[in-house]
């Protein structure tokens, strides 16, 4: 429905409110976006392209930093921080982008 732009009914509108205020049928919603998984959610990734949004993800992953910041990739440290900073700003945008889009369609 969102990829598509087809408005979101009222009753799926949950983003509000309470766990215990969520009927049994409308947490079934989140087995969508589990993409068949029961251990996890969807990664930032997979929903930045399921929404046509450009995913940060493309030059590292939150798993990276570290190694990057502490040496433990051949990079000198100064081009690691430039590296580590692109991707957090990228990351920002993307997750502005992601609210921005699900605001525009009125689940926010």
Known sequence: MVKYKIPIPKQMKIFDMKPWEIKEQIKDIFLFWKGGRFDSYPSFSLVCDFLDIESPKNIM?????GPYFWGERELPQD??????????????KATAKMYL?????GLF
């Open 101 to 105: 889009y699900l605001a525009k369609q």
């Open 61 to 65: 992953d939150g798993s990276e930093v």
């Open 79 to 92: 081009e690691a921080i430039d590296l580590i900073s692109k991707y957090c700003n990228d990351d920002v």
